[in-house]
Each structure stands twice: as C-alpha cells, then as structure tokens.
Antibody, heavy 125, light 107 residues
C-alpha cells in the first residue's frame, strides 16, 4: 500500500533552517508529484510547493520563494523540504502529499490522494 | 492566485441534518475543485475530486456539485463521525490553493 512517512518533530531557533523528509513506498516513486502543505496552529492549509520526482523540477508558492527548496533522492524514494531563515510564524505542522488524477475531466483533475503523517516544526528562541 | 472563499466558517448541526458548505473561486476554475475532511491532528482525507467525483470508500451521503466559480459540498444526513474541518482546494492554477475551512460540529 502507498505510504508517505515523514521525519520527526523539530525545534529550531529563529534564523535557522529545517529539513523535513518524506519517504515514499508502495508505488513507482517517479510517477507522481509530491507536494508540501503546512498548517499553522489553529489555521487552515497552505500549499508551499511541489516536485516532479522524475526530473527533480520543483515549483514554489510565491510566498516561500527564496526560502524553500524541495529536492528528491530517487535512490531512497525520499523527498526533502528545506525551509530557511525560520521565523516564529513558520511554527506549523508540515505535510507531504502525493497527487493522483481523476480522469473524469479533460485534462484530468489533480487531487492530493495520499498524505504523510505530518511533522511539527516549532520555531522558538 | 486563485482565492477560494468558503462559507460558513463553522456550523453546528444534529445527526440526520442536511449540511451544505459552499466554496467560491475568484476566477473560473471549471470543475478543478476537490473537497477534503480533516480531523484534529490528522492529515486531510479526500472526499471528492473534480467537483463531483466521490472518492472510493467515501460514504454516499457526501456529494459535490458546481462548476466555474461556485461549488457546493453536501452531507445529506449528518452522522456523528462527520465532525471535523472541511476544505475545498483548487488544482486548476498554481499555486494550488485551499479555502479557509469549515468547521463542522455535531450536536
């Protein structure tokens, strides 16, 4: 079965960087995009960016441009999300999610079918 | 960016009630809208993709409709296990955006 297993909780100082991993299993790693979504305490879902594991091409939300880098390691089927210059408002639960396609429209409609368990990142001095 | 506005932001209803949640997009997104349910401390789970496509294993009391800019999620007969927060998401444009969420409480 498809699984996305994320790395453990992190506590960081303001200004530091954090790298969260998302290890995929149960499917062909290079066939589906992986996205990162975060959720601040008591808040909604915020899309951060995505990567095509096949070629490593990544795209980011404008809000995080210059601070976030998403990479992948095909040898271990793992995607990484690196967030730098951390601030207190980066304190959040970070999810990776694998997409899938509903082939009921043309072109098919993307949705986030599988999710990791989430990684809590706390930024505090 | 495509902005999604959900309403209401919270509701409280009784078991058996019909519940309607709406999602309005700031531009035409055709039917590229998905709906998710999230329980506290857990990852979201997809309910509906492409506006009206019920995901495998999701109870048939959930349904979705709409196209263009206006979309609706309906729970035809609310059950106790339907508590949580519901999010719409558009995947027509990048960045992928979510609505603010609708918190559903079962009385």
């Amino acid at each position: 079965q498809v699984q996305l297993v994320q790395s453990g909780a992190e506590v960081k100082r303001p200004g530091a960087s954090v790298k969260v991993s998302c290890k995929a299993s149960g499917y062909s790693f290079t066939n589906f995009y992986i996205h990162w979504v975060r959720q601040a305490p008591g808040q909604g879902l915020e899309w951060m960016g995505t990567i095509n594991p096949s070629d490593g091409d990544a795209g980011y939300a404008q809000k995080f441009q210059g601070r976030v880098t998403i990479t992948r390691d095909t040898s271990t089927s793992t995607v990484y999300m690196d967030l730098s210059s951390l601030r207190s408002d980066d304190t959040a639960l970070y999810f990776c999610a694998r997409d899938d396609w509903a082939r009921v429209t043309t072109p098919p409609a993307e949705y986030f079918r599988y999710w990791g368990q989430g990684t809590v990142v706390t930024v505090s001095s | 960016d495509t902005h999604l506005t959900q309403s209401p932001l919270s509701l409280s209803a009784s078991v058996g009630d019909r519940v309607t949640i709406t999602c309005r997009a700031s531009q035409n997104i055709f039917t590229y809208i998905n709906w998710y349910q999230q329980k506290p401390g857990k990852a979201p789970e997809v309910l509906i993709s492409a506006a009206s496509n019920l995901h495998s294993g999701v109870p048939s009391r959930f349904s979705g409709s709409g196209s263009g800019t206006d979309f609706t999620l309906i729970i035809s007969s609310l059950q106790r296990e339907d508590f949580g927060t519901y999010y719409c998401q558009q995947t027509y444009t990048t960045p992928r955006t979510f609505g603010q969420g609708t918190k559903v409480e079962v009385k």
